[in-house]
């Protein structure tokens, strides 16, 4: 029964508990992702915060969460996670290999205490290989996988996509894919298992339909080659009069017939067919670009299904007519935002709740979890088996993960 506390059914995962051990990237923005969707995230975090230097007011990949405090080096913090951890669907720990099981919160510690723990692991390089234990952030670990090589222009560096490539697309994403793919098999059979959820696996994995072009001699391994990267000249980005932006993917043949006649350069550009006059094909489109502003341009193009579209800004977006009208964004405690993503006919999701700030939870924790050693001073808990391990004594044929 839901209590004035516990956060009230909303979303497809409502009833599912996770734990998120604080750490800061791809695990944050994963764990996220599972709140937006209903589950009761509760984020373990650490004394002191977790490092992130803005106000946790603002650090949205805490909305819909819900935080209690536990020092993992004192003598009792492993106990108190393990304590949850008994009692959840969902782990997620992004530390270095080894880490976790140092701290004594590793996946055998937890298993012991709940067989059918999904146990998710995030990280850059992996559990293993070579580089399991180094240190990275995002671009390095998308630089080795050549996602990183295939972005920007051929005669610039490569361009740095943020940390949305590697952290959040190659990382976080696959990490929730992993982790529903994994608590969908452990209600099937009540046995849980480890998700290795690695930034590089992740990243290259999202070039899987590059890598068939390649191989079938349909791109080449360069920037801004291709039809995809830039290189050709009805799928890219052009200057404005006013120095803003129009991006162009008129890749079939009516879209780009539709694009060059809004143009105005329909007469006059060379066959789209004839790679060897791209360059001038490119030139004509900048120059006509060049001729108008941005939101002149806009208003052209509207209505047409030219492929054309302004490149906004991040204060601008929110208000693009389209995405103010399916609510792509909302404002919620003073901050826009996007919203939860996709959406649900008969579950649908919203922010229910802001950042949560450190620590400020743990009463309503311990109590709707029935984890009353989180609090302070509290006492510990008997061990309460989760009803997964329940409907494993109950299912002998059933082997808990080696």
């Not at 055998?108 to 992996?126: D, K, Q």
């Not at 080795?144 to 996509?161: F, N, Q, S």
């Not at 670009?289 to 906004?312: I, M």
């Not at 950042?355 to 989180?374: E, I, K, N, Q």
Request: net charge negative.
């Amino acid at each position: 029964m839901t209590t004035a506390t516990t956060p009230p059914p909303h979303g497809p995962l409502t009833g599912v508990r996770v734990v998120e051990l604080a750490g800061i990237g791809p695990g944050p923005f994963a764990a996220m992702l599972l709140a937006d969707l209903g589950a009761d995230v509760v984020r373990v975090d650490r004394p002191g915060g977790a490092g992130l230097a803005i106000d946790p007011d603002y650090d949205l990949t805490n909305r819909n969460k819900r935080s209690v405090i536990v020092d993992l080096k004192s003598p009792d913090g492993p106990t108190r996670v393990l304590d949850l951890a008994a009692r959840a669907d969902v782990l997620i720990e992004g530390y270095r290999p080894g880490v976790a099981e140092r701290l004594g919160v590793g996946p055998e510690a937890c298993h012991a205490r709940n067989p059918a723990l999904v146990y998710g692991r995030m990280t850059g390089w992996g559990q293993e290989g070579p580089l399991a234990h180094r240190a990275g952030h995002d671009i390095a670990y998308i630089a080795p996988t050549g996602t990183l090589g295939m972005i920007g222009r051929p005669d610039e560096a490569p361009a740095v996509p943020a940390n949305l490539v590697g952290d959040y697309a190659g990382g976080s994403l696959y990490l929730v894919v992993g982790v529903l793919a994994a608590l969908h098999h452990a209600r099937a059979t009540g046995a849980g298992q480890v998700v290795d959820a690695a930034i590089v696996d992740g990243a290259a994995h999202l070039a899987a339909m590059i890598h068939g072009m390649l191989a079938a001699g349909g791109w080449q391994d360069r920037r801004g080659a291709n039809l995809l990267d830039g290189g050709c000249p009805f799928y890219g980005t052009y200057q404005t009069a006013d120095g803003g932006y129009m991006a162009v993917g008129a890749l079939e043949q009516q879209f780009y017939d539709e694009f060059v006649r809004v143009l105005g350069i329909a007469d006059e550009a060379p066959a789209r067919q004839d790679v060897t006059r791209w360059g001038e094909l490119r030139e004509a489109v900048a120059a006509r670009f060049k001729t108008r502003t941005r939101d002149e341009w806009t208003a052209l193009f509207e209505g047409t299904d030219s492929c054309v579209a302004p490149v906004l800004s991040l204060r601008e977006a929110p208000h693009h007519p389209h995405l103010a009208a399916r609510g792509t964004f909302t404002d919620h405690g003073g901050i826009t935002q996007p919203a939860p993503a996709p959406r649900f006919s008969a579950t649908p999701t919203a922010v229910r709740t802001g950042p949560s700030r450190p620590g400020a939870d743990t009463a309503d924790v311990a109590r709707d979890w029935d984890v009353p050693g989180l609090m302070p001073g509290g006492p510990a808990p008997s061990p309460a088996p989760s009803k997964a391990s329940q409907a494993l004594s109950t299912a002998p044929h059933r082997k808990a993960p080696q």
